[in-house]
């Protein structure tokens, strides 16, 4: 049994960094991509970032580029999310998802991925 667990989110002002970290049970954490998703009140779930098995291979929505940063640790079984600059518009709560590679569908499509964490709250205010 794979969980997954995120840590990190809190409340903060415009222009303020927080970093999330999720944390994966079991020994298999460096054969899976992982990926950060997040949902707002009301809106789908969307994506936000991917990173590679190894951590060589990184993808970033067009909304975060620039000013999220997505890494790993295989050795600690935990993945980041270094959010800087935040804005109001990135409130939302903040998921984690490992993919075991076995889907074909859209990197970015959260059914491409097989584990979730319950997620963390990420408030930024104006």
């Known amino acids: 049994q794979v969980q997954l667990v995120e840590s990190g989110g809190g409340l903060v002002q415009a222009g303020d960094s927080l970093r999330l970290s999720c944390a994966v049970s079991?020994?298999?954490?460096?054969?899976?991509?992982m990926g950060w998703f997040r949902q707002a009140p009301g809106k789908e779930r969307e994506f936000v970032a991917r990173?590679?098995?190894?951590?060589?291979?990184?993808y970033y929505a067009d909304s975060v580029k620039g000013r999220f940063t997505i890494s790993r640790d295989n050795a600690k079984n935990t993945m980041y999310l270094q959010m800087n600059s935040l804005k109001p518009e990135d409130t939302a709560v903040y998921y984690c998802?490992?993919?075991?590679?076995?889907?074909?569908?859209?990197?970015?499509?959260?059914?491409?991925?097989?584990?979730w964490g319950q997620g963390t709250q990420v408030t930024v205010s104006s």
């Open positions: 998802a490992a993919d075991k590679g076995h889907s074909r569908t859209l990197l970015t499509a959260p059914g491409r991925y097989d584990y």
């Open positions: 079991g020994r298999t954490f460096s054969s899976y991509a």
């Open positions: 990173i590679s098995w190894s951590g060589s291979y990184t």
